[in-house]
């Protein structure tokens, strides 16, 4: 149970968080912030919060749990604008798509508070984003993942942890590097090959023509691409290594397929789609 | 009204216009043709099929329209089985997922009934293979594409075209060069990204952990590495110079991505991302 909560950064993720802890009885008191005034009042409108202010040092006052939702290219300066007005027993936490980039940010700016930091990832969302898209039932049997550091207090990863066990998702722990490592691949690179996707079909003369013949498959596949652009250039920048590396990789299977068509070669095309097929059933059974 | 539709390859896709054309009363009799008789029986018994016949040339006797639904690499040699056992007046159409090849099988194998095939293609479908995987809301507001040549009968074309406006489909006729050029675009270039992927993926040492991680964006954008490699093999095989010179183009655009990284260039990044954002969006309405 916590007594009140300061969410820096009220979008889908954010207030998804607090409707959740909310419908369970978890939290007493939201306090939301955010640089748009308009949004926070909304989301006390919608019930997500229960008060806001403008102001990091302020909103973070006599706080419990502070949740960091911002972008990973905000965490720094956020972190910097928090530190002064956390009590010595806040817990700090955040919900970053990259870990590394934000133990970096903490180590920088946190000072003593860095051991009550719990860096975290809920590995949910949808393509939309804003206060509006806030549903309670975000995380419910998705998995989160904490990557606390040697000298994490264990008190504050509880904490933490039963937070987000509170919203119904299944909490689990490993190193910041396992964690970019495994993110890069089974998130950032498929958001790459769908944005590149749409970006590539857009380029083609007959544009709209194209995506008027586009069926559900195109769809599922190009729906990601339709995510926030500043929360996926900072995962970019925050997780470039691991990216380009995976995007070096892909480029090659891509011309495992283009060899084999080029050399009319029907078994090499077969192994490689039974394959794929035979894997991608497996993991709906996941 | 059709009194006796032959379907030669009893899939998602045979199987789903049989279910249509029956619920709309637009059809008296359906026989179905495949190499498994095990399959054909259970056509029956779902209610899909009034009969059957392993022969391609029995099937076919004294039908009014004959449906081919096989792979696109079992074309060539069904049509020309086939060729012997047509009345003069049967009207023959398939579909297939691309068009210049199934035309040039037609042209070899089907002499002077050449004229009553008319090319089509229904843009539907699911990862799901086999005739338990039909339903008959396939085809409902979804498009088909005909691709009739310069001497195909007309009569022959208003058969099919209200063949499938029965099933819900709204049915569209362009040039063969011009559907292959926008399905590979749409459909076969996001195929080949998504088995490639989740064979990417798979070679990497921890995949079972990797998988474990996997979140709705990512499911989504592999669901379709899930469809039957048979019918994407033959695709390849058939659409080949599309589809390298797609694959080609993408490789740039990821190549765009990658550069915008080292290059730690956050402008870059943000305009390919929100661009792609806005073009998707618009599909959304599509």
Known sequence: MIEHLTIIGVGLIGSSLALALKQQGFVKRVTGCGRTEASLQKGVELGVLDDYSLAVSEAVAGADVVVLAVPLGAMHSTMRQMAAGLDANTVVTDVGSAKASVVEDARATL?????????????????????????????????????????????????????????????????????DHVLAATSHLPHMLAFSL?????????????????????????????????MWRDICLANGDALLSLIEGYKLELDHVSQAIRDNNPDALYELFRDAKHTREQLRNL
């Open 111 to 179: 000072g003593e508070h860095m051991t009550n930091f719990v860096p975290g990832h809920p590995i949910a969302g949808t393509e939309r984003s804003g206060v509006e898209a806030g549903f309670a039932t975000l995380y419910q049997d998705r998995k989160t993942i904490l990557t606390p550091e040697a000298d994490t207090n264990p008190q504050a990863i509880d904490v933490v942890t039963q937070m987000w066990q509170a919203t119904g998702a299944d909490v689990e722990t490993m190193s910041v590097e396992h964690h």
């Open 198 to 230: 749409v970006s590539h079909l857009s380029k083609m003369s007959d544009q709209d023509e194209i995506f008027g013949y586009a069926a559900g498959g195109f769809r599922d596949f190009t729906r990601i691409a339709a995510s926030d652009p500043v």
